[in-house]
């Protein structure tokens, strides 16, 4: 079974593929768009997967897996970090990624909206909305823009200011949730409905414990709870990385570390990971709810072996992804990670030219 927490997507193995750079000014695609055809000129760019982006031209890796000589890193989540030669990365994902890594190769910090001039390319980082620090990476070529989405959110969040559209003549899109069956109900009620159960939990004479990964989820709960007045106790994990969330500016409610001596909390927030790990000796009785975009799923309990769970997501949901993708207004939409499949044949209904980048050797270009 696939990593389910916080909203992790299912990764498909990875296979490199390349799309070959075609001479694109003769040639045009033809839009359906109300009764009438729009001829617009498609311009394609070499572009390689293998468990990460790659544009050979400019000799620039986004979010690769391994090891690379000159990288992106999108945000400080481990599955997106990896000991580069070089790499670039927001001033926050760099503080987040030397505490979470601290031997980690060079990192430098680059602001939103500070261009980076390398060979053959300028690059830009624009807010992504997933978790503090997370970015969009423009890259700005001869042949054209080329938008890297990272994990992505339209939504406002606690910690994290939302994604807004980047034009864009290339798109390439997460698709974490790219399937219409994942559409969240607003946070607010999803909040709402955490807190009730939490009161329930509490009435029950137990300990509610919501779980949520150490770096942007657990975050985006304990801010959700700024208003409830409990007593909140983090998991030693989670703590530290609040303890960098604060000093990079962000504002909590009262909190303290489960590791330090004092009366038993009222909620406990904690990695999924560390649910069991001796809990019960610290906090007697308790019950269990996550929090996830794929509580969408309604065996998601059941499989998680959870009391309850909420869809409360830092990505994207399905018509975030197909409204952002319209608006960015690229040539060519490049799905990639989560359901990439399931989510371009959605974006070519709606009238898009997109493809799963994985499958790009097989794309009849015209």
Known sequence: MPNLWADQRFRRAPRATVLHLLRASRRAVRAERGRHRVSRPVTVYPILWDSGVYLPNQELWLDPRQARPRAVISHAHSDHVAPHSLAYATPATQRLVSHRRPSLGSVTGVPYGDPIMLERCRVTFFPAGHVLGSAQTLVETDFGRVLYTGDLKTRSGFT??????????????????????????????????????????????????????????????????????????????????TEVYRELGCEFPAYRSLADPGAKPTVVITPPSARRNGLKEVVGAFKTAALTGWAMDRSLKDRLEVDAIFPLSDHADFEELCCYAEQVGATMTYTVLGFDEELAMHLRRRGLRAKPLTAVDQLRLF
């Not at 980047?166 to 974490?176: G, I, M, Q």
């Not at 150490?214 to 530290?240: D, F, N, R, T, V």
């Open 160 to 241: 994290s200011p939302p994604a807004k559209p980047v034009p864009a003549d290339v798109l390439l899109l997460e698709s974490t949730f790219g399937k219409p069956h994942y559409r969240f109900p607003d946070a607010g009620e999803v909040i709402g409905d955490m807190v009730s159960w939490c009161r329930s939990v509490l009435d029950g004479r137990a300990t509610p414990v919501l779980l949520g990964y150490s770096l942007g989820k657990g975050q985006e709960i304990l801010s959700a709870l700024a208003a409830e007045g409990l007593s909140i106790a983090l998991h030693p994990s989670l703590y530290g990385v």
